[in-house]
T-cell receptor, first 113, second 111 residues
Framework: KAGVTQTPRYLIKTRGQQVTLSCSPI?????VSWYQQTPGQGLQFLFE???????NKGNFPGRFSGRQFSNSRSEMNVSTLELGDSALYLC????????????FGPGTRLLVL | SQQGEEDPQALSIQEGENATMNCSYK?????LQWYRQNSGRGLVHLIL?????REKHSGRLRVTLDTSKKSSSLLITASRAADTASYFC???????????FGKGTKLSVKP
């Protein structure tokens, strides 16, 4: 099976702009989780989607949003970008539950200038 | 908030030596997982150990879990330069049903 894919791999934006990141999970996986990774804060949970519904959400401001489509593909959006949003954004998929083994994509590295 | 905390933060060893990393956590768990991340890339799942298991092996990896001490260890035997990476433990104790990752141990294996 193909692994988790994320596009784009690299992105440069300026403050105030918005960005959309995409994630395609492993075929048959219905749970998709998103994480933000920074050197200072480590891996932080953003949200998790299952069957097109946001099932879990981390402690991030409302500027961070996401959605999941009927084919389980997921997107996350960050509006009004801030310098502190510069990070590696990782998507992970699992069969049903996020607490089980997660399979990660390569990540999207976002730089906000 | 961080649930798992790895120790040490960084570890440097020679090829062929064993590497041991520890993880401590705060609340009760159903399972604990270890992941590896090569520089700036996605995480790769290594092993999952459930709360009713004490030890698990996978190739050169050995994981132990002590729920009474709320701690786990990852042992990599006969390390190779290719094992150079960051290693994270993750517990399923997230209040939102998510995994919580520690900040990782950065392992450097010198040839």
């Amino acid at each position: 099976k193909a692994g988790v894919t994320q596009t784009p791999r690299y992105l440069i934006k300026t403050r105030g702009q918005q960005v959309t990141l995409s994630c395609s999970p492993i075929s048959g996986h219905r749970s998709v989780s998103w994480y933000q990774q920074t050197p200072g804060q480590g891996l932080q949970f953003l949200f998790e989607y299952f069957s097109e519904t946001q099932r879990n959400k981390g402690n991030f401001p409302g500027r961070f949003s996401g959605r999941q489509f009927s084919n389980s593909r997921s997107e996350m959006n960050v509006s009004t970008l801030e310098l502190g949003d510069s990070a590696l954004y990782l998507c992970a998929s699992s069969l049903e539950q996020p607490q089980e083994t997660q399979y990660f994509g390569p990540g999207t590295r976002l730089l906000v200038l | 908030s961080q649930q798992g905390e790895e120790d040490p933060q960084a570890l440097s060893i020679q090829e062929g030596e064993n590497a041991t990393m520890n993880c401590s956590y705060k609340t009760s768990i159903n399972n604990l997982q270890w992941y590896r991340q090569n520089s700036g890339r996605g995480l790769v799942h290594l092993i999952l150990i459930r709360s009713n298991e004490r030890e698990k092996h996978s190739g050169r990896l050995r994981v132990t879990l002590d729920t009474s001490k709320k701690s786990s260890s990852l042992l990599i035997t006969a390390s190779r330069a290719a094992d150079t990476a960051s290693y994270f433990c993750a517990t399923d104790a997230g209040s939102q049903g998510n995994l919580i990752f520690g900040k990782g141990t950065k392992l450097s294996v010198k040839p």
